[in-house]
Structure formats: C-alpha cells, structure tokens
C-alpha cells in the first residue's frame, strides 16, 4: 500500500469503533445492576454490553496508532503535535467545558424520579493521583493525548541511539513474524493479564478499568491502550500485517467467542459493579481470558474490514467523518431521553429502539446542518464541506 493510499477499511473500523460506544450507553440504562435503571432490565444487554467493552476501545487505539504514524510520515514531529493538540486536544477541552455539564441535567432528573436521596457512589474504583478531575466519556481524548506525548517522547530517544532504524526495523519484523505465527496475540495478553491480575481494586466484570476520572490515567489502562496504540504503529510499518488479519480473521473470531464464553462462565452474564470474590485461579484465567478476547475480537474485525470494506465508500467515508462528533455530544442526549421515558409503561426493548433511533436521527442531522459544512467540521475534521457538494469516488480516494 503506497503512502497516499486512503485505508477506507480502517475508517470504517473507527468510525464502528466510535458508534459502538453509544449504543454501548444507551443500554447501560436497562442492565440489572446499574445504578440507575430506566424500568424492565434486561440480561441479554449485559451480555452485549460486556462483549462491546471487551473491544471497542482497544480497537480505537490499535486504529489511532495506525493513523499517528501515517500522519506522522505526512507532516513530522512539530507539525504532527500541532495537528493532534487542534483535531484531539480543542475539541477535548471544548466538550469538556460545553457538553459534559449537560449530562448533570438528565442525571438530577432521573434521580428525582426515582426517588433517590443520596446518589450512588460513583467513584472509580482505581486509586486516582492527582486533582480528580471527572473525564466522564471524553477520557479516551485526554489518554490519547497522553499516548501521543509518550509515543513522541519515545521515538524521540529511539531516534538517537537508532539513527539507521536498525532496531525499528527488527522490531517491525517481529511483529509481523508473532501475527505470521499467530501468537502476537499471547504475547500482548500476558502483561497485561499480569496488572489486571495484581490490581487488587480490579472490578473483573468491568474488565479494563477506564480512566474517567483523575489526569493520572490508572496503570492497567494505561498498559491496555498504550500497548494497543503501539501496536497499531507498527502495523502501519508493516502493513503486509493488514492481510495476514484479512486471511485470519474467522480464526481470530473463533478464539473471541471462545474466550468471551470462558470469561462469562467465570464472572457470571448478569453485570457485577464491584470486585467478585473469586480464587486466585478464577481470577488468572478470568484475566487471561478477558484479554485475548479483546486483542482476538480486535484483529477479527480489523481482517473483516480489510476484507470486505477496502473499497471506497461514500457512506462509509461520511460515517468516518461523523462518528467523532457523534460520539462527542451523545451522552447528553441518549441520558436525557433515558430520562424522559423513565415511567413509560414499555418494555425495555421499546424505549431502547426509540432511543437509539432518535439519537441516531438527531446526531446524523445535526453533524449534517450544523457541523459539516460550518466551521465546526473543520475544527473536529480538518475541513468543512459545502451543504450541496456531492461526494464521489475520486474524491473518496483523496487523503486525510
């Protein structure tokens, strides 16, 4: 694949990775066990949301590794920060400000609903260093944003004790060599499963701890996405690892399912918000299971995408586009429509459809009107495209 080759299979991974997680919080609301629960529950969703929070993230992290390098290439170090702090780090600190005090509304309004005098306890279970800073759903911009200065902070002394790429290119070759032989994804597992296995606070259910809250992101997290950040560096190195997921991804999948059934039978298919008492055995193989199921979930629908999804898309490419606003502004609106249908007499599967059909609706229309072709399009995207240009195939050809 030549330089300015457009990955349209990898847009289409991100942007699945991105709308994954709406869904992933639209049906939080009617688990059994969540604290707030907007009427009938459902198990079956705890089972959907365990097997998304399995993947969805490190999927993200594997795909923005990819795209830093290429970007990287494109415009070096200075003009690369430059490029991450406009497109990750404003807009970060724009939700931050404007979308993440709106999500206090429909929580107040469901607690008042359901009666609640004190609020449940919503502290994350990791120790958290420094001021506590709630990241709430924007903390995967805050970590990426710390990956990018650790990655450029790396390369930077990789560079000058390796000025010949001698040692990048060994290690580029290795990590072909460990997906050749399918076992990449055992070598990544046990780090991992080794910090997840020795944080005494690890709430298992929940699997990676996400770092919402604090400006110290909590070691397994850190782990997790640095090394899947790391991982999707070097497969833009060497990209021939791209086809080698396409020729496996059906395996990949096999040894997903596998190991997400193995997880479930250890810490049960009805979610659990707090640590679960298990042996040090159950807790090793629960750890080891959860985490080749994320890295084997994640190369199965990186190879089903280059498979299937290489060619280029104009809806896809639209979708690429708009799944970073989407996601931006979401919880507000998934939160208060939770809320407003709290004492509707349906059954969860009712409200869940209209909720994620009218969230659907008012995002696509809103990135559609108000940010595409406004100065908010190229405040996220890096361009902002007039309401009547019509999008073909050579433009879809066209590089980021």
């Given at each position: 694949m030549s330089a300015e080759e457009r990955f349209h299979s990898l847009d289409a991974v991100r942007a699945c990775a991105l709308l994954a997680g709406i869904v992933l919080h639209a049906i939080m609301g009617y688990m059994p066990g969540w604290p707030f629960t907007y009427g009938s529950t459902s198990t079956g969703l705890g089972v959907l949301y365990f097997v998304i929070h399995i993947f969805r993230m490190a999927l993200f992290f594997i795909i923005a590794g990819f795209f830093a390098r290429l970007l990287h290439q494109r415009l070096g170090t200075k003009n690369f920060i430059k490029n991450r702090l406009k497109r990750i780090g404003l807009p970060f600190i724009a939700a931050f400000f404007f979308i993440m005090p709106l999500t206090i509304i429909p929580i107040i309004w469901s607690v008042r609903q359901l009666g609640i005098q004190s609020p449940p306890n919503m502290q994350p279970p990791f120790p958290i260093i420094g001021p506590p800073v709630p990241m709430g759903h924007l903390w995967f911009l805050y970590v990426l944003l710390v990956i990018y200065m650790l990655a450029m902070g790396l390369r930077t002394i990789v560079e000058r004790f390796d000025p010949e790429q001698t040692l990048?290119?060994?290690?580029?070759?290795?990590?072909?060599?460990?997906?050749?032989?399918?076992?990449?994804?055992?070598?990544?597992?046990?780090?991992?499963?080794?910090?997840?296995?020795?944080?005494?606070?690890?709430?298992?259910?929940?699997?990676?701890?996400?770092?919402?809250?604090?400006?110290?992101?909590?070691?397994?997290a850190l782990l997790a996405y640095g090394s899947a950040f790391l991982m999707g560096w070097f497969i833009h190195r060497q990209q021939n690892c791209l086809r080698l997921f396409a020729a496996d991804w059906f395996l990949y999948f096999a040894f997903a399912l596998l190991a997400t059934v193995v997880a479930l039978y250890i810490g049960g298919i009805t979610p659990k918000f707090v640590a679960i008492a298990l042996s040090d055995r159950e807790r090793a193989i629960f750890a080891i299971a959860y985490v080749v199921a994320q890295w084997c979930w994640a190369f199965a629908m990186i190879g089903l995408a280059v498979r299937y999804l290489s060619a280029p898309s104009a809806r896809w490419r639209y979708l690429a586009d708009a799944s970073y606003w989407m996601y931006l502004i979401h919880l507000p609106i998934v939160w208060l429509l939770q809320a407003w249908m709290l004492r509707w007499p349906l059954h969860w599967s009712i409200k869940l459809s209209l909720i994620l059909t009218i969230t659907s609706l008012v995002l696509i229309a809103s990135y559609h009107y108000l940010v595409r072709p406004t100065f908010l399009g190229k405040f996220l995207n890096g361009k902002k495209y007039p309401r009547a240009k019509h999008v073909d195939q050579s433009e879809l050809s066209k590089n980021n």
């Open positions: 990048r290119n060994k290690m580029s070759g290795l990590v072909e060599s460990l997906i050749k032989t399918r076992i990449a994804v055992f070598v990544l597992t046990a780090p991992l499963a080794i910090s997840l296995f020795t944080s005494p606070w690890w709430i298992q259910w929940q699997g990676i701890p996400s770092p919402i809250m604090g400006l110290v992101p909590n070691f397994p």
